[in-house]
């Protein structure tokens, strides 16, 4: 199978946006954003989202499809970026997918099944019941239930996502991970050029302390602050992200700025020990991993070096 693009992944912090725009110059490439959160509108700051003058030098898709009141699944990331990668192809270009979710990757990898027909009522009433409970609570149900999905989800920290596994599981008396070994996919998987930036704990838990610091002093405040004003809360799926719950306990005057910024940075480094280890496990087996500590000239080196090998090997064939 010819592969469709290249992706760089990492967990959070690890300098895919840096890498993913020299790749671009260097392959005339068009970036197609692998964040669960980027495509929020208004959300632009604590998402660490590209900046108007990047977006401008290199064409970027993905971003800023709906409002922090409405979700976005995996399946929906899936047909749209389906979408995308094909206009980039057609134009000559390369696609490059950029972000942390590894989920949505998965569900172009492996793409989603049918999901079962379940009874509306209990459904509804079992989502109810699941707002109440934390990620963390969520995701030690689902391993009861379903241990293989859990793995697979444990390092997203999408409550989405675990929940959804959580309500297939309990109302058709079957594992998610069944219903997906059983039933048809809709689309034909996809294959990439997979690269995966890695770095030292300590020195990524730095990495990350003095983002969430630099997010403050860019406006991440007033950028919770103006969502509030246009009657977004914390009930709705984009608000709950890291960088925003905790802000909305400050401007609800339930924590201190310093407190506020010390949860943020504490979630953060949690949802980046989650991704490293989902990207160990779950990402394909020739997917070629990046020391991030080197310079970034070296990093583009070898992403467009492996890219263009096999670019030259398809056109021999």
């Not at 990492?10 to 692998?34: N, P, Q, W, Y």
Request: charged residues 30%.
């Amino acid at each position: 199978m010819a592969r469709a693009g290249i992706v760089i992944t990492g967990a959070t912090a690890t300098g895919k946006t840096a890498l993913s725009m020299e790749v671009a110059r260097r392959l005339g490439g068009e970036i197609v954003s692998m964040d669960s959160r980027q495509v929020y509108r208004g959300m632009d700051i604590g998402t660490a989202k590209v900046s108007p003058e990047e977006r401008a030098e290199i064409p970027h898709h993905g971003l800023d499809i709906v409002d922090p009141d409405q979700r976005y699944s995996a399946g929906r990331f899936a047909r749209n970026t389906r979408e995308s990668v094909a206009e980039i192809r057609a134009r000559g270009h390369v696609p490059i997918l950029v972000g942390g979710t590894g989920f949505f990757l998965k569900a172009l990898t492996e793409p989603m099944f049918s999901e079962p027909a379940m009874p509306e009522g209990p459904r509804e009433e079992l989502k109810r019941y699941l707002k109440t409970l934390d990620f963390d609570r969520q995701l030690r149900w689902l391993e009861a239930l379903d241990p293989v999905t859990a793995a697979k989800l444990a390092g997203e920290g999408g409550r989405q996502r675990v929940s959804r596994a959580i309500e297939v599981s309990v109302l058709t008396g079957k594992p998610f991970s069944w219903w997906q070994s059983v039933s048809p996919p809709t689309e034909e998987p996809l294959e990439f050029m997979v690269f995966v930036l890695e770095l030292p704990r300590e020195r990524l838990f730095d990495r990350i302390n003095r983002r969430v610091l630099e997010m403050i002093g860019a406006g991440l405040v007033e950028e919770v602050r103006a969502l509030v004003q246009a009657g977004y809360d914390q009930d709705d799926p984009g608000m709950n992200a890291t960088g925003y719950i905790e802000l909305l306990g400050y401007l609800r005057g339930e924590s201190s700025i310093e407190k506020a910024i010390d949860a943020i940075q504490r979630a953060t480094r949690r949802y980046a020990r989650r991704q490293e280890t989902w990207f160990r496990h779950q990402l394909p087996a020739d997917t070629i991993r990046l020391d991030a500590t080197e310079p970034l000239e070296d990093l583009a080196n070898t992403v467009t070096a492996n890219w263009n090998r096999e670019v030259d090997s398809a056109d021999r064939n």
